[in-house]
């Protein structure tokens, strides 16, 4: 079976252009996350989407990221304009969302778009 | 404000000894604890997990230890191998964040042969 699709790998861009991320999830998981990983800040949430609806985008450092989920089998991260502190690894990971009301359903992960903004 | 504290930041093992990594959370409401394990260029992937409701579970070399009253959990690693090394979270969530996970730091082991 796919596991989450993750586009483009890796990504060199310069300061000020639009990059876009694009995430396929698990065929039948409901829950789609968003993450930066940095050595310094490790593994941050940016946001997380439960049946195509945001819950929570708390974790978005700024207004220059949006992110979307049209339906159940794509979402993008998009970051305009772009910065050289936005360089890290994103991931995208999707669930099948808490069953029983008791925590979460395993995550599984991506393999990560690497950005490096010069 | 970091809601699951892990550490330590890094651990180096010989081959066959024991990796012992510790975190610790706040939130009472938390009822599940999963481990991810990560190798460069991967994303992270689930390694074990654990609820609050026992105090111990095994898979293979890997156990979680579990205590509610200090709410803390533990991984340990026994006969470490070169294979194990990678980056490991620890992890926790409750019921009613529809999946969330909260992140540790991570721990980045290395076993040496």
């Known amino acids: 079976d796919a596991g989450v699709i993750q586009s483009p790998r890796h990504e060199v861009t310069e300061m000020g252009q639009e990059v876009t991320l694009r995430c396929k999830p698990i065929?039948?998981?409901?829950?789609l996350f968003w993450y930066r990983q940095t050595m310094m800040r490790g593994l941050e949430l940016l946001i997380y989407?439960?049946?195509?609806?945001?819950?929570?985008d708390s974790g978005m450092p700024e207004d220059r990221f949006s992110a979307k989920m049209p339906n159940a089998s794509f979402s993008t991260l998009k970051i305009q304009p772009s910065e050289p502190r936005d360089s890290a690894v994103y991931f995208c990971a999707s669930s099948l969302g808490p069953s029983g009301g008791r925590g979460t359903g395993e995550l599984f992960f991506g393999e990560g778009s690497r950005l490096t903004v010069l | 404000q970091q809601q699951v504290k892990q550490s330590p930041q890094s651990l180096i093992v010989q081959k066959g000894g024991i990796s012992i990594i510790n975190c610790a959370y706040e939130n009472t409401a938390f009822d599940y604890f999963p481990w991810y394990q990560q190798f460069p260029g991967k994303g992270p992937a689930l390694l074990i997990a654990?609820?609050?409701?026992?105090s111990e579970k095994k898979e293979g070399r890997f156990t979680i230890s579990f205590n509610k009253s200090a709410k803390q959990f533990s991984l340990h690693i026994m006969d470490s191998q070169p294979g194990d090394s990678a980056t490991y979270f620890c992890?926790?969530?409750?019921?009613?964040?529809?999946?969330?996970?909260?992140f540790g730091r991570g721990t980045q082991l290395t076993v040496w042969p």
């Open positions: 065929s039948g998981h409901n829950s």
């Open positions: 992890a926790a969530s409750d019921g009613s964040t529809l999946g969330r996970l909260y």
């Open positions: 989407f439960n049946n195509n609806v945001p819950i929570d």
């Open positions: 654990i609820r609050p409701d026992v």
